[in-house]
């Protein structure tokens, strides 16, 4: 990792400067930036004085926000016990959780952001070593572009049952100026040896492949917009299906004797689970002018607008998806689990005794959230993690040991996400919405529960005559999602 070694500091800055501007700090440099090293800010929120003049006033107003959001709450506990509802202190108490939501949620996202970068330059480091690639820097890059370009067209080639030759570096560079031309004038106004550069990876449809650098900051930009993707497991593949082993029994074991043989004992059976790949697309547009004139570069601009559409619907559809579509892990069957599991297939819940919501404080409400957790196996705990949403981490907050200290803890620490009974959250506002019977929490070991697969390669068809003057880039994607353990995630239902 050395040739990345000092990305992290840029990053820090950039996340430490935006979570500041998101809190509404005002920032501003309290000394000379000294070159080659981090600088140091100040911060000043609002009116207030005293708020610490370093990096780490962003992470001392979250703790700020968490000290009144306690002192608030045991508030609005006393006047309930005096019988009286008190308007002022309830809007005192909303405006703290909406502050402390902000700073938690601008926190996680630009650590969402930082362990992306640091993921891709690991998988570079993977993919130098697996090609083969000694080269360093900017030469190593374009080596493994060009490898990476040959993989995804071989496999697009050998789908159509055609021959191929990989380029060379002159063959890519010719494919690249190709393809941005295609993308600026279509395929009308390419010259002969353009098409026939661009035929390589073609569709008969007349669709191209997006280059494999445009291709990887689209795949980075959905890595950083989804958080399942964050969390699962993720495969790419260059078929049309991913599939692996159940291995679901276990060996029989007895007593032998000296001269005896023990019984015959029970001989494991596997099985085998499928995930294919469906076709997902969207369509950004803009003008014939501003692709003539702009001096913009379309294909980053085309990978910022797929980023944005695949990320959100991908994310929906990895929560919510159907049985016959990209399997959202909501979808599946559940039935009550005690601790002792259910049937493969089938997703183990527990009921928190209210319709909607947990019961009153009264009948320890916090205790369903122990069973939830005890219903994991010890093996998938190390990893695991609560993903639900806001609405479900404002009632979490609330929740209290019987020694009085808070279940909830957010994150003073830089890396370090918010807590739940010793356990990280990932927030996920597309699971179900808190109701009667509603599976708007889950806990486990996503990583090992769920696998998302993508299918090499992202393909764009530009078209310039069914709704001018503007062209639109019918841009598709192949991706896949669904359960393959279902006892490493358990539910928490919202239901008597």
């Given at each position: 990792m050395k040739r990345?070694?000092?990305?992290?500091?840029?990053?820090?800055?950039?996340?430490?400067?935006?979570?500041?501007?998101?809190?509404?700090?005002?920032?501003?440099?309290?000394?000379?930036?000294?070159?080659?090293?981090?600088?140091?800010?100040?911060?000043?929120?609002?009116?207030?004085?005293?708020?610490?003049?370093?990096?780490?006033?962003?992470?001392?107003?979250?703790?700020e926000a968490f000290e009144a959001f306690k002192k608030t709450h045991q508030e609005e506990i006393a006047g309930v016990k005096k019988g009286f509802d008190d308007v002022i202190t309830k809007d005192k108490l909303k405006k703290v959780e909406d502050a402390l939501d902000a700073g938690v949620e601008a926190k996680a996202k630009m650590e969402a952001a930082i362990a992306a970068e640091v993921k891709e330059r690991e998988e570079l480091e993977k993919k130098f070593n697996r090609l083969g690639i000694s080269k360093d820097g900017d030469a190593g890059k374009r080596e493994l572009e060009i490898k990476s370009h040959n993989i995804i067209l071989e496999a697009h080639n050998a789908e159509k049952k055609e021959r191929y030759t990989p380029l060379d570096e002159a063959g890519f560079d010719a494919y690249k100026a190709a393809h941005a031309r295609y993308l600026r004038k279509g395929d009308r106004l390419l010259t002969a040896d353009e098409v026939k550069t661009l035929s390589v990876g073609s569709d008969p449809d007349g669709g191209?492949?997006?280059?494999?650098?445009?291709?990887?900051?689209?795949?980075?930009?959905?890595?950083?917009?989804?958080?399942?993707?964050?969390?699962?497991?993720?495969?790419?593949i260059s078929t049309d299906a991913l599939e692996g082993i159940e291995d679901l029994g276990e060996a029989g074991a007895g007593y032998a004797g000296e001269q005896a043989q023990g019984s015959d004992t029970t001989t494991p059976q596997v099985g085998k689970w499928r995930i294919p790949v469906f076709w997902i697309d969207t369509e950004p547009k803009t003008t014939q002018q501003l692709l003539d004139d702009a001096a913009v570069n379309v294909e980053e601009w085309l990978s910022n607008k797929v980023a944005n559409k695949l990320g959100r619907f991908e994310s929906n559809e990895f929560v919510n998806g159907s049985a016959d579509k990209i399997r959202g892990f909501c979808s599946y069957t559940t039935a009550a689990d005690d601790g002792s599991g259910v049937t493969w297939g089938t997703i183990?819940?527990?009921?928190?005794?209210?319709?909607?919501?947990?019961?009153?404080?009264?009948?320890?409400?916090?205790?369903?959230?122990?069973?939830?957790?005890?219903?994991?196996?010890d093996e998938y705990l190390s990893g695991a993690r609560f993903v639900t949403r806001r609405s479900v981490i404002t009632l979490l907050r609330k929740l209290k040991a019987t020694t009085g200290?808070?279940?909830?803890?957010?994150?003073?620490?830089?890396?370090?996400?918010?807590?739940?009974?010793?356990?990280?959250?990932?927030?996920?506002?597309?699971?179900?919405?808190?109701?009667?019977?509603?599976?708007?929490?889950?806990?486990?070991?996503?990583?090992?529960?769920?696998?998302?697969?993508?299918?090499?390669?992202?393909?764009?068809?530009?078209?310039n005559l069914t709704s001018k003057p503007f062209v639109k880039f019918y841009t598709t994607k192949r991706v896949g999602g669904g359960v393959v353990n279902f006892e490493a995630i358990k539910f928490l239902k919202f239901s008597t």
């Open positions: 990345y070694g000092h990305f992290a500091v840029g990053m820090l800055a950039i996340t430490i400067i935006a979570a500041v501007a998101v809190l509404g700090f005002d920032v501003h440099p309290v000394a000379p930036i000294d070159p080659g090293r981090l600088p140091l800010y100040g911060a000043e929120f609002g009116a207030l004085a005293g708020v610490p003049q370093e990096l780490k006033a962003v992470f001392d107003r979250i703790g191209y492949f997006v280059t494999p650098d445009t291709g990887g900051r689209i795949v980075k930009k959905v890595y950083e917009t989804s958080p399942i993707r964050q969390i699962a497991a993720v495969q790419e183990g819940h527990v009921v928190t005794g209210a319709n909607g919501g947990f019961v009153a404080a009264a009948s320890f409400p916090q205790d369903k959230l122990f069973d939830l957790v005890g219903c994991v196996k200290e808070m279940l909830w803890q957010p994150s003073l620490v830089l890396g370090v996400p918010e807590m739940f009974l010793g356990y990280p959250i990932t927030r996920a506002e597309d699971m179900p919405a808190l109701a009667t019977g509603s599976l708007s929490l889950a806990f486990g070991n996503f990583a090992e529960a769920y696998q998302v697969v993508d299918r090499q390669g992202i393909r764009v068809l530009r078209d």
